[in-house]
């Protein structure tokens, strides 16, 4: 996930201290990716470092105002403009648990995918849930449609997960029965 360029797109409504960019961040994203207060503030610091950002004065309570420079609006139309990359997929702690998983000594691999397949079951029901809470708001204001947007990919990807998982039992259960041994007859 890019923080920098979520900051960046904050900010191109207009100056605003690291306190409201990590709400709204939050807010757009339906709360799905916390934000560390010192995270948002690290980031802000590189990018001003980087000529993306400068401040511009401070609130009334006295908190600095970060604004976009032209370099950082140039920056965040060439990130809208291009795909996200796929070449280099991101470490995937599931998939990486299930292939060391298999064939390693007293583990059920079974287990562990029927375990993560009721946890992805259970998350899949929330975000549902959570979605009909949305939908019956008649979401219009961005920020809603930005959450239900996070949500539905939410539920898509549990959905692909648990399709996944059923898929790699399916292939347990052929490789269980093409590597036991047969009875004698």
């Given amino acids: 996930m890019s923080i920098r360029h979520g900051l ?6 207009g100056p605003r201290y690291g306190s409201r960019l990590r709400t709204e961040f939050e807010a757009r994203t339906g709360g799905t990716w916390p934000l560390n207060i010192g995270q948002v503030y690290t980031t802000l610091g590189r990018l001003e470092r ?7 004065g401070e609130d009334e309570a006295g908190r600095a105002l970060y604004a976009l420079t032209q370099a950082g609006r140039d920056e965040l139309r ?6 996200v990359e796929r070449a ?7 998939a990486i648990k299930l292939a060391l998983a ?8 079974r287990a562990v995918v029927e375990a993560q397949r009721r946890h992805v079951a259970d998350a899949l029901h929330e975000y549902v849930r959570q979605r009909a809470q949305a939908l ?7 920020d809603e449609v930005a959450r239900l947007l996070v949500l539905e990919q939410l539920i898509c990807h549990a959905e692909a997960e ?3 998982l059923d ?18 007859e």
Wanted: glycine fraction near 4%; charge should be negative; include cysteine.
């Fill in 88 to 94: 280099s997929p991101p470490r995937d702690e599931l």
């Fill in 162 to 164: 648990i399709r996944w």
């Fill in 8 to 13: 960046l797109a904050l900010l191109e409504h």
């Fill in 102 to 109: 298999v064939g390693a000594p007293g583990v059920d691999v």
């Fill in 78 to 83: 060439a990130w809208f403009a291009a795909p």
């Fill in 167 to 184: 898929h790699c039992e399916a292939r347990l259960l052929r490789l269980i029965t093409v590597t036991r041994p047969r009875p004698e």
């Fill in 50 to 56: 980087d000529g993306m950002v400068a401040q511009d």
């Fill in 136 to 142: 019956s708001r008649t979401p219009e204001h961005p």
